[in-house]
């Protein structure tokens, strides 16, 4: 049963893209009749509007995007339909229990259709499964049929369109233009959806958690209810105070950007503006190099190198240093965002006007002083937006987080202790499988809605600065 369904499951895929091979050869041939047609026309003397190659283009696309657009539809719809169709083969005496839910049936019998049996199901289960393959060879032949022949159809169609009065090319630039449309709406579309969707899950923790407990509590304890305390012997109670984890974000931020942010921008600086360029050939590279190392690596780097030096030389000063410091994570993580400062800053302020230094020079400016007076002026809307990259970067950090400062909760600004961060936390609430109905899953949604709200106030604030500060040149 298993080998079956796994060669049953292969067949789909193969076919899938198949059919999608397909679609873009059928494509690719309208384009190339199209294109000849055009031609033939305009050799037997007639003026075209476009030139030949845009009434290729429009039967290809004509061929292509309608099937292509069904083509998804069909894959993301069919599985919606057999879940309903699904539900049918389940006993009402199961739907009556207590414990009956919808969404763990439903995985039972997509188990058994992909040959994954965790011991021995009920006979309706393996009914709905032997069900769910006859709609899937189905659904996989309407989709073959229908999806060729729209392909065909509308590639005949645009091919018959090739005439001299016809206007291929605002035609396909129509087409493009709403391609790059819906693009824009499917970024805009998601991002709202992140948005709201954590914004319902934070509604229903705050609706267990008071809101005041949860942004002002100074204990973070997300424990399930009614778990005994170690080595107590009581039943205590979770507590989800928040305000340690974005202490601890604040502080192992802090630490990075003192790193990355003065050691980027002067790299920057020198490199556009000091350097050879057989330096800057050379130094650029290897910088840049730090930026594709993973974030694994850099957390292994921290916690077997980094923190252990930072431990042994606090000791011999005779300070109390933690094994897994604020202090390691937020170097390494400072390491770590330097090529994204050094790297922005570098391209904008090599894309000032060398017409504004050559002024600045004509005064009599010296070097350093056009760079401070009128380079960095300039350039500074896009330092600033390197700047916010590189906190967006250190806020989000966890693998560097995880390894080298801990997961302790602990209310301290103190760079020598081990602190945790919120998305951290995040991470080690919602690994595994959890119950979406708990507060301590839903608490992971609540930080995030908070860590979103108080990015866009940074991001708001950095715009009010540069509005302020930047300088405009005609």
């Known amino acids: 049963m298993a080998g079956s369904s796994f060669l049953f499951g292969l067949e789909e895929?193969?076919?899938?893209?198949?059919?999608?091979?397909?679609?873009?050869?059928?494509?690719?041939?309208?384009?190339?009749?199209?294109?000849?047609?055009?031609?033939?026309?305009?050799?037997?003397?007639?003026?075209l509007h476009s030139l030949p190659h845009y009434y290729g283009l429009f039967a290809g696309l004509v061929a292509a995007l309608p099937a292509l657009s069904l083509l998804a539809i069909l894959a993301i719809g069919d599985d919606i339909?057999?879940?309903?169709?699904?539900?049918?083969?389940?006993?009402?005496?199961?739907?009556?229990?207590?414990n009956y839910k919808e969404v763990i049936v439903l995985a039972q019998i997509y188990n058994v259709v992909n040959g994954i049996n965790f011991g021995e199901q009920p006979d309706w289960v393996y009914a709905a499964a032997e069900a769910w393959h006859g709609w899937e060879d189905t659904s996989r032949l309407l989709k073959n049929v229908t999806?060729?022949?729209?392909?065909?159809?509308?590639?005949?169609?645009?091919?018959?369109?090739?005439?001299?009065?016809?206007?291929?090319?605002?035609?396909?630039?129509?087409?493009?233009?709403?391609?790059?449309?819906?693009?824009?709406?499917i970024a805009i579309l998601t991002t709202i959806g992140i948005v709201f969707s954590v914004i319902f899950e934070s509604m229903r923790f705050f609706a267990l958690v008071p809101v005041s407990e949860f942004l002002f509590g100074t204990t973070w304890n997300p424990q399930f209810e009614g778990a005994e305390r170690a080595g107590?012997?009581?039943?205590?109670?979770?507590?989800?105070?928040?305000?340690?984890?974005?202490?601890?974000?604040?502080?192992?931020?802090?630490?990075?950007?003192?790193?990355?942010?003065?050691?980027?921008?002067?790299?920057?600086?020198?490199?556009?503006?000091?350097?050879?360029?057989?330096?800057?050939?050379?130094?650029?590279?290897?910088?840049?190099?730090?930026?594709g190392?993973?974030?694994?690596?850099?957390?292994?780097?921290?916690?077997?190198?980094?923190?252990?030096?930072?431990?042994?030389?606090?000791?011999?000063?005779?300070?109390?240093?933690?094994?897994?410091?604020?202090?390691?994570?937020?170097?390494?993580?400072?390491?770590?965002?330097?090529?994204?400062?050094?790297?922005?800053?570098?391209?904008?302020?090599?894309?000032?006007?060398?017409?504004l230094r050559d002024a600045a020079y004509g005064l009599g400016s010296t070097q350093s002083e056009t760079v401070r007076q009128v380079v960095l002026p300039a350039a500074l809307p896009g330092i600033v937006a390197a700047i916010l990259l590189a906190v967006s970067r250190a806020v989000g950090e966890t693998m560097i987080v995880v390894m080298a400062a801990g997961l302790a909760a602990n209310l301290s600004l103190n760079p020598l202790d081990a602190v945790t961060t919120v998305t951290s936390q995040i991470v080690t609430i919602l690994v595994g499988d959890q119950e979406f109905e708990s507060a301590k899953t839903l608490s992971a949604f609540a930080l995030a809605l908070t860590l979103i709200v108080i990015t866009l106030g940074l991001n708001f604030m950095a715009l009010q600065i540069v509005k302020k500060y930047r300088e405009q040149y005609e």
């Open 147 to 185: 999806v060729l022949a729209l392909s065909l159809l509308g590639g005949m169609f645009a091919y018959r369109m090739v005439n001299p009065a016809f206007r291929s090319r605002n035609a396909v630039e129509r087409i493009v233009m709403t391609i790059l449309a819906a693009s824009s709406a």
């Open 293 to 355: 190392v993973p974030t694994v690596v850099y957390g292994f780097f921290a916690a077997l190198t980094v923190a252990p030096f930072i431990r042994s030389t606090g000791m011999s000063l005779g300070l109390d240093v933690a094994s897994e410091s604020a202090l390691a994570a937020g170097l390494v993580m400072g390491i770590m965002i330097i090529p994204f400062v050094s790297s922005l800053s570098d391209d904008v302020i090599n894309a000032v006007p060398q017409a």
């Open 13 to 47: 895929q193969v076919d899938s893209f198949a059919l999608l091979i397909a679609v873009l050869l059928i494509s690719s041939g309208y384009f190339y009749l199209g294109t000849r047609s055009s031609r033939t026309v305009r050799a037997a003397g007639a003026r």
């Open 232 to 291: 107590s012997g009581q039943m205590g109670l979770a507590t989800y105070g928040s305000v340690p984890l974005f202490v601890g974000t604040f502080l192992i931020s802090v630490v990075a950007l003192s790193v990355s942010v003065p050691v980027g921008l002067f790299s920057a600086i020198y490199l556009s503006e000091y350097a050879t360029p057989r330096v800057r050939s050379l130094v650029k590279p290897l910088m840049e190099l730090l930026a």
């Open 81 to 98: 339909v057999f879940n309903k169709l699904a539900l049918g083969f389940i006993p009402a005496d199961v739907k009556a229990g207590e």
